[in-house]
């Protein structure tokens, strides 16, 4: 075997049969040619069928080396076990050389968040007297009233509103569909952006299904929703690192703080796993203390000796 040629194969299967985005295949492709890289550079007789778990020990090194962080680190094995996991069930291996290499351990970084107060401060920045600003307050309010991907929001279609009925369809990773419900503020936006000044400008052929377009009629790109989203919170005064995700964590945030169901949070934002919903869960200082001193008699007896 090969490597580019069992990578080529491994690209098809998954745009065809994960139906993973572009984006997506060419994070796995990434993280497969660094593997190429390394043993071009220190094993260049090893072939995919060769690998042993030296060669992987020594790829994590030399991806520490070259300044690569744990969390990538742990995304790269993930993505050469994928990798591996094609061959097996194609039947071009017997064994998985990557069975039992785990990834570097890694904490787990809890994401940035904005209060309601910031959000409600970024909101106000738009101005909805002009066509951009009430496309980009709608997108805005669609992110973190549905939790949304970049992705989702790009790709969302006229025909997937429901707004009559208080929800939206959306197609998210490995095309996997769901259905979720939208706020009232975020269904008035939509309404007037897409009813108002959307009518008014022209489409490009193929782009009338899609929600949210730019001047030249065509839709919106990542970046672009990436620069309203931080314009909009360098217009607000907020010194924190922002991007559309931080709306979807925020969101998530806010409705386990409420007391929402942690299933119907991993459904609304579609996660394959609760495990990944969970970190959704931390708890402030101010609950965890009132918390001890309730129930804690030692930690009880010291706080009334201090007043």
Sequence with gaps: MEWQEELSDFTEYLKLQ???TDNSVRAYRGDIEKLIKYLSEEHPE???EMLETQHLQGFIVWLSENKISPRTQTRIVSGIKSFYKNLILSEKLEEDPTEQFQPPKIGRKLPT???VEEIEAMEATFNTNKYDGVRNRAIMETIYSCGLRVSELTELKLSNLHLDKGYIGVEGKGRKERVIPIGEKAGLYINEYVNGMRKTQKITEGM???VFLNRSGNKLSRI???NIIKEAAQKAGIDKVISPHTLRHSFATHLVDGGANLRAVQQMLGHESIMTTEIYTHLDDTYLRSTLQQHHP???DEEQDKE
């Design 18 to 20: 994960r139906g993973l």
């Design 224 to 226: 672009m929703i990436f």
């Design 208 to 210: 009338d299904d899609f």
């Design 298 to 300: 030692y930690l009880d």
């Design 113 to 115: 968040i904005l209060s």
């Design 46 to 48: 090893v072939k995919p």
